[in-house]
C-alpha cells in the first residue's frame, strides 16, 4: 500500500541545494506574454489560412426554435458555411464513450431544436474572414417557441432538495445544542451568480492533418476535452491532438469544453481548412459557467467564554436543468471552528439557467462570506476579540471526523496578521473613526482551503547540450505553472534555470490532471519531481557505467548534480559532455506521482489570514479598500513571487465578491442583465488599495513528496468577509446581500440615522 | 457590424455637406462609443465621416473671460488643460470621473455629449427597446432598472445620460456650437441640447440630422467653489449611479435623467436663502422613482447637500 511515509525520504526539492525552490523567479514565458507573443489559442498560426467562426447564441432561455431562415447570412459575402441543428454535421450522441475510458463523453453542438438556456449557441457562422462571420452571424434569422422560464432562484428556495447521493451532516445534537447556548448568532447571507470573465475568452483554432485533428483550445484539462472531442467527432482517441499552450485565464470556467472546439473541428473538417472560433465577451456570460447563487444560513450557538456549542451552515443554491453541480459552501466548515454539535448540508433546485459550474475556490468563496462574518457577528455579541474568538474555538484535531490535521498554522496566521497588520489599534465600536469624509474600520476572516495531490506523470528529457526538457499534459492558466516546473527541474538536475525547457499542455505528453482546485501545482511538481529523480538514476547509471568518463565505476548513488556538472567527489564532467558521448540522442525518463492511499487518515488544509482597512463614506455609502493583508500556511512555497501573485489575486477577487461583483437574472428572460466588463464589475485597480500577502513557513510532509500545497484558490477563501467585517468595523452597518454597493450600504447608513 | 464606407473630411463644412448628401451616415470621432455599437448592430451606420483629424480641436480664451473648447479635442486634453483646472474645476474632475484613461484619450468633446445611454437592455439585442427599435417596448421598465432615471422618464424610456462631462458643462452654463447642414451655425445652451424621452426616446437631441458640433463654449464661471462629485458601484470605470456638479450657487445632477439635469429649483431655493438640504428637497419634490432605483432619492439628497455645502464652504 502506498503511504505519506514513502515521501518521508530526502529528495533534491526538499535539500533544495541551489536554493532555487522558494526563490522569487520570474515567469518562465512572461517575456513571450508582455510582448504580445505568447500564441493563444485563437492566435496560433495554421499552416494554411484559416476561416472564422461565429456563433450564434438564443434569444430564449426554454423551448424550441420554430423556424430556421439562414439565406441572407448564406448570401452575406465572405461567408463559406452556416449550420444550425438542422444541417450541423452528425455527430455522436450526447455521453457517448465509444472508448470506455474516456475521461469525457461526446458533447455534440447544434444538437436539436431545443433551448436549454439563454445564449445556447445555436447556428454557427463561417466566413473568410471574422467580419464577414460576424455580418453574417447578425443575419441568421430564428424564430421560437418560447416556455416560460423557470429561473427565479429567490423564489425556488421551498422546491431545492439536497443533491443527489447526499445527505446532511450531523454531528451531536445540534438543535438542542443550539438552544441551549446562552449566545446566539442565526443569520443569512446571499451571494448572487458570478461570472468567470477571463481575459481571454473561450477559443478554438482546428484543423485536420490526414486523418487527425490538430486542435488548439483554451482548456484547463487535457485530456477530457481530448477525449470529449474525439468522442463527439467519433475519432480515435489518438486521432485527436489537443493543445493548450497559453491560457488567458481559467478560474474554473475553462475545465471544460465548449461548442467553440466542437464547432471549430466540424467546420475544419467539412471545409478542409484550418478554422478559428471564438466567444465573444458577451457570449462568455451565458455560453459558459458561472458560479450559482447561493443562500446561507449560519446558526451558531456558544458559551459566554466564547467556545461554540453548536455550529450549522445550511446553504440553498442552484444548477442547470440538466446539470448536477453543487456550490459545497457549507463544507469547507466542517473542518473549521471546534463545536460539540453541528449540521450542515446543502439545498439544490435546478433552473433554466446556463450551467453553474466551479469558481476559484467553489464552495469556500461563497460560504466564508457567510460564516466568517457570522463568527464577526458573534464576537460582537460575546464582546470579544474576532481574532481570540476563532482561537477559542481552534480544535485539537479535525471537528467533524476526529482525524488529526496533516499541519494547521491557522492561529499564528491570525496572530501573525493581527500584528503585521496594527489590529491592536482596532476600535471594538464601530462608527468611531473619521478621517475627512471617511469612516475608517478594520475587519478580519480567516481562511480555508482544502488540499489535494492527483494522478499524475511527468517526462525529462537530457539532451547533448545538458539541456532539461520537461514534458507534461497540464496547463499553464497563468499561474506560473511554467515557471515552477521549470525550478524543479532545474534544482533536481543541479542545471542552472536557462537549461531547462518546459512544454505542457498537450495530449501527447504524459498526462497530469491539469489546473484546478489548487491542486495543479502540488500535482504537476510531484510528478516533475519523481521524473527529475528517474533521471538523476539514469544519468548517474550512465555515467559510471561508462569507461570513458571519470565517474566510471563509481557508485550511482555518489554522484552529485550541480551547475550543470555530475561528479563524485573530485571526479567530475559536465552533463553535456556525458550525454554528447554517452547517449548522443539524449535520455528520456518518465515519473509518477500517485496520492497515498492513507493520506485521508489525515484532515489537510491551506489556511490563512485576512486583515482589510476600509473608508466608508456614511454620505453616499461608498466602500473603499484602503490596505489588506493576509498571511497563509500553504505548504513549502515553490516561487514566492508566484504563489504571491496567485494570493493576492484572490484577496483581490475576495474584494470584487463583497462590494461589486455579481450578476442578476432578469426572471422575465432568463437572461443576465450584465453582459460585458463594462457592466460586470470586476474590482479594478483603484478598487485596492495597499495590499500584500505573507507566506508562513511551511513544510507539509503529508501533502506529497516535496510538502507543497496549494495558493490559487487560498487567497480569495474569507477575503471577501474581511471586508464586509470592516465595513461594519467603520459604519455599525451589515449587508449581508452580496455585493455590498452604495444603495445597499446607504440604506443601512440611514436606519442608523447616519 | 454591417459594412460600410468611410471619408475623412477636410473641413467642417465638407463634413456637413458630405452628411447631408449621404443616406445613413453619420460622425466618428474618437469612435468609443459608435464602434462599440456598430460591433453589435444597435447602430448601422452606411458611411462614416470621421471628424476626428477636422481643425477642431483647439481650447481658446472667449473675448468675454470664458474659454471655447473645439469638438474635437480629446476629453483627456480638456481635463488637463491648465485654464481648464484652473478656472473650471468642476469640468477637470467630471472628465477624470470618467471611463478610464485609454478612453479619455480617445473620446472627444463632442462625442462625449452625444454618447448613447448605458442601459443593459439597449446594449442586449434579444430584448425590445424602444430608443434602440422603436415601438418595440421598453424592457427596462418592469426590468432590473437600478439604475433608471428619476426626473423625466416616460413609459417610453427610463435610461440616463451617462455622461459626466455634459453635467459640468451643464452646471457651468456652457453653449455648444454647431454647424448645420445649410452651412449655417447656431448656439443651442448645454440646457436644450438634450431632449426628455417623451414618446420618442431614439431621438436624443434637438441636433438635426448631419449637424455638426464644433465647439463648446464656456462663459465665464460663476463666483464660488466648484465641486464635481460621482457616485458609482466601483472606484474607477464605471458609470455612475448618481453625480453632482456644482459651480457657486449653479447645480446639476447626473445619471438621474435622459439629460444631464440642471437642479434649477436648488437655484431658486439656494437663492431665497434655503440650506442645501432643503433646497435639494424642492428640487427632489419632482422625482418619481421607480422601486429599484428609489436609493437615488436619499444618494441624491445627501450628495448633492453635501457637494453644494463643500464648494460654497471652499469658495463662496
Ligand atoms: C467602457 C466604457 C465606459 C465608459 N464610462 C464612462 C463614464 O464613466 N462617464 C462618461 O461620461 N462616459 C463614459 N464612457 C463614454 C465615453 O465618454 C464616450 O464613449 C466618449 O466620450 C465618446 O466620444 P468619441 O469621440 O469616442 O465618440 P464617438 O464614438 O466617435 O461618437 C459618439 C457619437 O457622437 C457623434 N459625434 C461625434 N463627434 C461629433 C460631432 N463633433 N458632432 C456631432 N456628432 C458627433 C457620433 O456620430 C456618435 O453618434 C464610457 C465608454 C466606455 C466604452
Ligand atoms: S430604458 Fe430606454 S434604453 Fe432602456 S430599454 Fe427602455 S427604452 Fe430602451
Same mark, same amino acid.
Given at each position: 500500500m502506498s503511504s505519506v511515509h514513502d515521501w518521508t525520504p530526502n529528495n533534491p526539492v526538499k535539500e533544495n541545494r541551489s536554493g532555487l525552490i522558494g526563490k522569487p523567479v520570474d515567469r518562465y514565458e512572461g517575456p513571450l506574454k508582455v510582448t504580445g507573443t505568447a500564441p493563444y489559442a485563437y492566435e496560433v498560426q495554421p499552416p494554411s489560412p484559416p476561416a472564422y467562426g461565429v456563433m450564434v447564441g438564443a434569444a430564449i432561455a426554454a423551448g424550441r426554435i420554430t423556424g430556421v431562415d439562414i439565406a441572407e447570412a448564406e448570401a452575406t459575402p465572405g461567408v463559406l458555411v452556416v449550420w444550425t441543428h438542422l444541417n450541423a454535421p452528425p455527430q455522436a450522441p450526447r455521453g457517448t464513450k465509444a472508448h470506455p475510458r474516456s475521461s469525457a463523453g461526446s458533447r455534440p453542438a447544434l444538437e436539436s431544436d431545443r433551448i436549454f438556456f439563454f445564449g445556447q449557441p445555436v447556428a454557427l457562422v463561417v466566413g473568410e474572414t471574422l467580419e464577414a462571420a460576424t455580418a453574417g452571424a447578425h443575419r441568421v434569422k430564428l424564430t421560437y417557441a418560447a416556455d416560460t422560464p423557470d429561473v427565479d432562484f429567490r423564489a425556488s428556495l421551498d422546491r431545492a432538495v439536497s443533491p443527489s447521493g447526499e445527505e446532511d451532516i450531523e454531528v451531536g445534537d445540534f438543535v438542542r445544542g443550539f438552544t441551549s447556548s446562552p449566545i446566539q448568532v442565526d443569520e443569512t447571507w446571499e451571494t448572487p451568480i458570478q461570472n468567470h470573465c477571463q481575459m481571454e475568452p473561450c477559443a478554438s483554432t482546428v484543423w485536420f492533418e490526414g486523418e487527425k485533428c490538430i486542435a488548439h483550445t483554451s482548456i484547463q484539462m487535457v485530456k477530457p476535452a481530448q477525449h470529449g472531442l474525439a468522442e463527439t467527432l467519433g475519432l480515435p482517441r489518438d486521432d485527436v491532438h489537443l493543445l493548450t499552450r497559453y491560457i488567458g485565464g481559467g478560474f474554473g470556467g475553462k475545465g471544460q469544453t465548449y461548442d467553440d472546439l466542437i464547432l471549430a473541428a466540424l467546420a475544419a473538417k467539412a471545409l478542409g481548412r484550418p478554422v478559428k472560433v471564438a466567444y465573444t465577451r458577451q457570449q462568455m456570460m451565458h455560453g459558459t459557467i458561472h458560479r450559482p447563487a447561493t443562500v446561507m444560513q449560519v446558526r451558531l450557538g456558544a458559551e459566554k467564554d466564547g467556545r461554540l456549542n453548536a455550529f450549522s451552515m445550511m446553504t440553498w443554491t442552484h444548477c442547470h436543468r440538466e446539470g448536477n453541480f453543487t456550490e459545497h459552501a457549507s463544507n469547507f466548515a466542517r473542518a473549521l471552528y471546534a463545536a460539540p454539535n453541528r449540521l450542515t448540508g446543502h439545498r439544490l433546485v435546478k433552473l433554466d439557467l446556463p450551467g453553474a459550474g466551479p469558481m476559484r475556490a467553489p464552495g469556500e468563496a461563497s460560504g466564508t462570506l457567510a460564516l466568517e462574518c457570522a463568527m464577526d457577528e458573534l464576537a460582537e455579541k460575546l464582546g470579544l476579540d474576532p481574532v481570540e474568538l476563532r482561537i477559542r474555538n481552534e480544535p485539537e484535531t479535525d471537528p467533524e471526523?476526529?482525524?488529526?490535521?496533516?499541519?494547521?498554522? &491557522?492561529?499564528?496566521? &491570525?496572530?501573525?496578521? +493581527?500584528?503585521?497588520?496594527?489590529?491592536?489599534?482596532?476600535l471594538p465600536t464601530p462608527g468611531l473613526v473619521r478621517e475627512g469624509r471617511w469612516l475608517v474600520g478594520m475587519g478580519m476572516a480567516t481562511a480555508i482551503r482544502g488540499n489535494f495531490l492527483l494522478p499524475a506523470k511527468c517526462s525529462f528529457t537530457v539532451d547533448a547540450d545538458g539541456v532539461i526538457t520537461v514534458r507534461q499534459g497540464m496547463t499553464d492558466i497563468g499561474t506560473g505553472t511554467y515557471t515552477v516546473l521549470a525550478q524543479i527541474a532545474a534544482e533536481t538536475l543541479g542545471v542552472p534555470l536557462g537549461h531547462v525547457k518546459v512544454e505542457i499542455g498537450d495530449s501527447e505528453f504524459p498526462p497530469a490532471p491539469g489546473s484546478g482546485g489548487q491542486f495543479g501545482a502540488a500535482t504537476a511538481g510531484s510528478a516533475a519531481l519523481a521524473a527529475g529523480q528517474n533521471l538523476r538514476t539514469a544519468i548517474a547509471e550512465l555515467a559510471t557505467g561508462d569507461e570513458a568518463s571519470p565517474l566510471f565505476g563509481g557508485r550511482p548513488v555518489d554522484v552529485t548534480f550541480q551547475d550543470g556538472v555530475i561528479a563524485i567527489e573530485n571526479r567530475s564532467e559536465t &552533463? +553535456?559532455?556525458?550525454?554528447?558521448? +554517452?547517449?548522443?540522442?539524449?535520455?528520456?525518463? %518518465?515519473? %509518477?506521482?500517485?496520492?497515498?492511499?492513507? +493520506?485521508?487518515?489525515?484532515?489537510?488544509?491551506?489556511?490563512?489570514?485576512?486583515?482589510?482597512?476600509?473608508g466608508v463614506d456614511p454620505v453616499t455609502g461608498e466602500v473603499r479598500v484602503r490596505r489588506m493583508l493576509g498571511v497563509f500556511a500553504a505548504g513549502r512555497i515553490l516561487n514566492a513571487k508566484t504563489a504571491r501573485s496567485q494570493l493576492t489575486g484572490g484577496m483581490i477577487w475576495g474584494i470584487g465578491s463583497a462590494l461589486t461583483e455579481g450578476n442578476a437574472v432578469d426572471t422575465r428572460y432568463g437572461s443576465l442583465i450584465n453582459q460585458d466588463l463594462a457592466q460586470y464589475l470586476a474590482p479594478v485597480q483603484a478598487d485596492i488599495g495597499d495590499l500584500d500577502a505573507i507566506m508562513l513557513d511551511e513544510v507539509d510532509d503529508k501533502a506529497n513528496p516535496m510538502g507543497v500545497k496549494g495558493v490559487g484558490e487560498l487567497g480569495n477563501s474569507g477575503a471577501g468577509a474581511a471586508v464586509a467585517n470592516a465595513i461594519y468595523n467603520a459604519c455599525g452597518v451589515r449587508v449581508r446581500d452580496y455585493p455590498i454597493t452604495p444603495d445597499k450600504l446607504l440604506a443601512g447608513l440611514i436606519a442608523k440615522g447616519l | 457590424m454591417r459594412a460600410f464606407?468611410?471619408?475623412?473630411?477636410?473641413?467642417?463644412? =465638407?463634413?456637413? $455637406? =458630405? =452628411?447631408?448628401?449621404?443616406?445613413?451616415?453619420?460622425?466618428?470621432?474618437?469612435?468609443?462609443?459608435?464602434?462599440?455599437?456598430? $460591433?453589435?448592430?444597435?447602430?448601422? /451606420?452606411?458611411?462614416?465621416?470621421?471628424?476626428?483629424?477636422?481643425?477642431?480641436?483647439?481650447?481658446?480664451?472667449?473675448?468675454?473671460?470664458? *474659454?471655447?473648447?473645439?469638438?474635437?479635442?480629446?476629453?483627456?486634453?480638456?481635463?488637463?488643460?491648465?485654464?481648464?483646472?484652473?478656472?473650471?474645476?468642476? #469640468?477637470?474632475?467630471?472628465?477624470?470621473?470618467?471611463?478610464?484613461?485609454?478612453?479619455?484619450?480617445?473620446?472627444?468633446?463632442?462625442?462625449?455629449?452625444?454618447?448613447?445611454?448605458? !442601459?443593459?437592455?439597449?446594449?442586449?439585442?434579444?430584448?425590445?427597446?424602444? $430608443?434602440?427599435?422603436?415601438?418595440?417596448? !421598453?424592457?427596462?421598465?418592469?426590468? *432590473?432598472?437600478?439604475?433608471?432615471?428619476?426626473?423625466?422618464?416616460?413609459?417610453?424610456?427610463?435610461?440616463?445620460?451617462?455622461?459626466?462631462?455634459?453635467?459640468?458643462?451643464?452646471?457651468?452654463?456652457?453653449?455648444?456650437?454647431? #454647424?448645420?447642414?445649410?452651412?449655417q451655425s447656431r448656439t443651442l445652451p448645454m440646457l436644450v441640447l438634450h431632449r426628455l424621452p417623451g414618446e420618442t426616446p431614439e431621438i436624443e437631441t434637438c441636433l438635426e440630422t448631419g449637424e455638426l458640433i464644433t465647439a463648446v463654449v464656456?462663459?465665464? /464661471?460663476?463666483?464660488?467653489?466648484?465641486?464635481?462629485? $460621482?457616485?458609482?458601484?466601483?472606484?474607477?470605470?464605471?458609470?455612475?449611479?448618481?453625480?453632482?456638479?456644482?459651480a457657486g450657487r449653479q447645480v446639476a445632477l447626473g445619471m438621474v435623467a435622459h439629460k444631464p439635469w440642471r437642479a434649477s429649483a436648488v437655484e431658486t431655493a439656494l437663492a431665497s436663502g434655503a440650506s442645501p438640504a432643503e433646497a435639494i428637497a424642492v428640487e427632489l419634490e419632482g422625482a418619481s422613482p421607480l422601486g429599484r432605483n428609489d436609493f437615488k432619492l436619499p444618494l441624491v439628497a445627501r450628495l448633492a447637500a453635501a457637494a453644494i455645502s463643500e464648494a460654497n464652504g471652499r469658495g463662496a
Open positions: 471526523n476526529g482525524r488529526p490535521f496533516s499541519m494547521r498554522q &491557522l492561529v499564528r496566521c &491570525l496572530r501573525e496578521g +493581527a500584528q503585521q497588520f496594527g489590529w491592536d489599534r482596532r &552533463l +553535456a559532455s556525458l550525454i554528447s558521448r +554517452a547517449a548522443p540522442e539524449g535520455l528520456t525518463v %518518465e515519473g %509518477e506521482i500517485k496520492p497515498a492511499q492513507d +493520506a485521508r487518515e489525515w484532515s489537510q488544509q491551506t489556511y490563512g489570514g485576512h486583515y482589510c482597512e476600509v | 464606407t468611410y471619408e475623412r473630411a477636410g473641413d467642417a463644412k =465638407a463634413a456637413v $455637406k =458630405a =452628411a447631408a448628401s449621404t443616406p445613413g451616415a453619420r460622425f466618428i470621432a474618437g469612435g468609443t462609443n459608435l464602434l462599440d455599437l456598430m $460591433k453589435l448592430e444597435i447602430e448601422t /451606420p452606411a458611411h462614416l465621416i470621421d471628424v476626428s483629424r477636422l481643425n477642431m480641436a483647439t481650447i481658446e480664451a472667449t473675448l468675454d473671460g470664458g *474659454l471655447r473648447i473645439g469638438a474635437a479635442t480629446s476629453n483627456s486634453t480638456v481635463a488637463a488643460d491648465p485654464q481648464v483646472r484652473a478656472r473650471y474645476p468642476v #469640468l477637470s474632475q467630471a472628465i477624470v470621473a470618467g471611463g478610464s484613461p485609454q478612453l479619455r484619450n480617445k473620446a472627444s468633446v463632442g462625442g462625449n455629449l452625444l454618447q448613447r445611454t448605458r !442601459c443593459a437592455y439597449f446594449y442586449d439585442t434579444s430584448k425590445p427597446c424602444n $430608443k434602440r427599435a422603436p415601438r418595440t417596448g !421598453c424592457s427596462a421598465l418592469e426590468g *432590473l432598472n437600478r439604475n433608471a432615471a428619476i426626473f423625466g422618464a416616460t413609459d417610453h424610456c427610463i435610461a440616463t445620460h451617462t455622461s459626466d462631462m455634459a453635467v459640468a458643462l451643464t452646471a457651468l452654463g456652457a453653449n455648444v456650437e454647431t #454647424l448645420m447642414p445649410s452651412g464656456l462663459p465665464p /464661471p460663476p463666483p464660488g467653489g466648484q465641486i464635481y462629485r $460621482k457616485v458609482r458601484d466601483r472606484a474607477s470605470y464605471a458609470g455612475g449611479l448618481a453625480s453632482v456638479a456644482v
